[in-house]
């Protein structure tokens, strides 16, 4: 028998395919392939089937669906009732993604030895498996939680394939499925990089250049990032000439594969002494083994990251490094560093077992990464074990899979993880915290916006921290270590401009620079685009540029330089709030740049105080409006009025004027206030 799960969940008999009728049966037999033999207990499978509301028959229904499995798969598996749920043993039949497991895993041995025929047969033969969309007959519950992940292993073992076509010399031939590939895939860097090579190698020098300016501007845009080094590696080898196609050992004969060295090469270095980085693309990087000092832990590979410094070196203990790099013109943000660097410094807070974690907030272009970045390299000393980084959201605005995020954290600390781990999510967690316990690692999590999520990514142990942005505040890292990011003050606004620009410009000019710095609002992100304009055009004056800037109906769209756009970077950050609390800030947007309270806020929207109050509050919370402090009776700030950014402002009242009103909910009341904003 075969059992399919690689597109439409299918199980066939001899060639003779098993009707599976409806979704749930289908949703059933996944979630037990899945298992891997494994108990799947009633309460998952309710929670594939019917998500958080099930059927009061629950429990009768799932019998009936396992009954109906039983008959159809017949005597060649053996489906048993184990409390408190099912497991499924297959016996002698075919499981498609367990065929593509080992097809995989052996072309990904077979690359790191440089048997790239080889590797590249059974790649290609893992990737015949798929039969179209993943679990396209299942449950939305079981298909939102397993389908990201098997995407991203196809996507790997694509790029892994691509890698060994590369090196037998057929860039010619992968050029179109690549760009096809970029298209579908635009934030995956080794993807890119694999067709900027093609297209050198193609004598395409001009196209593969552009390939990279665009990637760099989709990263720039999608997630505030510059390019990683491997993608800036192939621009820097692309610059130097040397991606040409490198002469290649013959490829091992099946009766000679005994004499090829094993798929983890480990090589004794100094660890004090600098290590080159390879500027081709695609490389294999082996892995190394550190001579390990006083309380050095296992094998773990080296890093090659940039340090503070600007200079590429294997950290003492061979401890993983997967910062981005530093903002070359950060300042200001004073006061927050320092707490930062108190939060980060080692204290009797180890030895009493207190977590150390803080949430960073804001809104969009705040500077929330820009800040803990900085402060995640200035650490360098305190975190010997490794520094970590993730990006929680999807290209959607959507929270990222743990699991992916695990599987990468485990093998940058030296773990590689089994094939049957990756997809237990309980497993990765595990192994994580036992990775992390006792060890000095920081860990970077940026545009956290689940608690779940966040929650399995924490480390374990009072040694390590954790410095989290995001745009709402969450549970799972909520606490006395919260920094909310308002915008910059004049002062620290004019010190940025003037290190983007130069301080004879700034000076010769200081009333232009003044009216300049106050069109951006103090938003580092509008600084630095101005400072950018400015810089690469000496020939302007910073009062020609203020005045630009002046005419609030065109500043967003001023407030663009290449991949730097502000517009964009508010669309994208407001596309991941709710339908709701996007609708509430579109109607609120008609008080304009005065503050206001809680009581003006119900008259627009239509609601009591007491809910307006609520709203206005989850709204801030959000960093989607500004708390307006104000002084009460007796001189004490009172913080019950509120604001919107002046740049938020203008992009909410640049959308359509004409907004959809919900039919039922608490914004659904009909006041004149509701009626005159949807149109």
């Not at 409390?83 to 016996?91: D, E, K, N, V």
Request: charged share 25%; glycine share 8%.
């Amino acid at each position: 028998m075969d059992l399919k799960l690689l597109g439409p969940v299918e199980a066939t008999r001899e060639g003779v395919r098993i009707a599976l009728s409806g979704t749930k049966m289908p949703t059933v037999l996944a979630a037990l392939l899945l298992a891997r033999g494994r108990v799947v207990p009633d309460s998952r499978l309710s929670a594939l089937l019917w998500g958080t509301d099930p059927p009061a028959t629950m429990n009768a229904q799932i019998h009936t669906y396992v009954s109906r499995l039983r008959g159809l798969l017949g005597p060649e598996v053996t489906l048993e009732r184990r409390s408190p749920g099912y497991a499924l043993r297959t016996g002698d039949s075919r499981v498609d993604i367990v065929e593509y497991e080992r097809l995989d895993r052996l072309g990904r041995q077979a690359l790191q030895e440089h048997r790239h025929q080889e590797a590249e047969a059974l790649l290609r033969g893992a990737l015949e498996l798929w039969q179209g969309p993943l679990l396209v007959n299942v449950t939305e519950f079981l298909a939102d939680q397993e389908v990201p992940q098997w995407e991203e292993w196809r996507a790997a073992t694509l790029e892994n394939r691509i890698e060994a076509d590369l090196a037998l010399g057929r860039h010619q031939q992968t050029v179109a499925e690549l760009t096809r590939l970029v298209a579908e895939f635009p934030l995956r860097e080794r993807m890119r990089a694999q067709l900027m090579t093609a297209l050198y190698r193609c004598g395409r020098q001009a196209d593969a250049l552009r390939v990279f300016q665009e990637g760099r501007s989709v990263l720039a845009d999608e997630l505030g990032v510059e390019p990683g080094s491997g993608l800036r590696a192939a621009h820097q080898a692309l610059l130097c000439a040397t991606l040409d196609l490198e002469p290649q050992c013959a490829e091992p004969s099946p009766t000679s594969l005994t004499a090829v060295a094993p798929a983890r090469t480990y090589v004794d270095v100094d660890v004090t002494a600098p290590v080159p980085v390879p500027v081709h693309v695609p490389v294999h990087v082996p892995r190394t083994r550190v001579r390990p000092g006083p309380g050095a832990g296992a094998r773990l590979p080296a890093a090659a990251a940039p340090a503070p410094g600007g200079s590429s070196v294997v950290p003492a203990d061979g401890s993983p490094f997967m910062l981005p790099p530093p903002t070359g013109a950060f300042t200001g943000r004073t006061r927050e560093l320092a707490a930062l660097r108190r939060l980060l410094a080692p204290s009797d807070r180890d030895s009493r077992g207190e977590p150390r974690t803080c949430l960073i907030t804001g809104m969009a272009g705040i500077g929330k990464t820009a800040l803990a970045v900085h402060a995640a390299h200035a650490a360098h000393r305190e975190f010997p074990d490794g520094r970590l980084y993730a990006d929680l959201a999807g290209p959607d605005g959507s929270a990222k899979d743990p699991r992916g995020v695990l599987v990468r954290f485990l093998r940058a600390l030296g773990e590689e993880p089994s094939a049957s781990a990756v997809h237990d999510t309980e497993e990765l967690v595990r192994a994580y915290r036992t990775r992390t316990a006792g060890r000095r690692v920081l860990v970077l999590l940026d545009n956290a916006a689940d608690s779940a999520v966040l929650a399995a990514l924490l480390p374990a142990g009072p040694h390590s921290a954790t410095l989290i942005t995001g745009h709402v505040h969450l549970s799972a890292a909520t606490g006395p270590h919260t920094l909310a990011l308002s915008p910059m003050n004049r002062a620290e606004s004019l010190e940025l401009l003037t290190r983007a620009v130069g301080t004879a410009r700034t000076t010769a000019e200081p009333a232009a620079a003044e009216r300049l710095v106050d069109s951006c609002a103090g938003v580092p992100l509008a600084l630095r685009i101005v400072g950018a304009r400015l810089a690469s055009r000496p020939h302007w004056s910073v009062g020609r540029l203020a005045e630009r800037l002046a005419d609030e109906r065109s500043r967003l769209e001023e407030l663009s330089f290449g991949e730097l756009d502000m517009a964009r970077s508010l669309a994208a950050w407001l596309a991941r709030t709710d339908t709701e609390s996007l609708e509430l800030l579109v109607r609120l947007s008609v008080l304009g740049r005065r503050s206001f309270s809680a009581a003006s806020a119900a008259t627009v929207l239509g609601v009591q105080v007491r809910r307006a109050e609520d709203l206005v509050e989850c709204l801030a919370d959000g960093a989607l409006l500004e708390p307006a402090h104000a002084a009460g009776a007796l001189g004490v700030l009172t913080g019950d009025r509120f604001r919107f950014h002046p740049l938020v402002l203008l992009h909410l009242q640049s959308l359509p004027v004409e907004r959809p009103v919900r039919a039922t909910g608490p914004l659904s009341v009909a006041s004149p206030a509701t009626r005159f904003l949807a149109g």
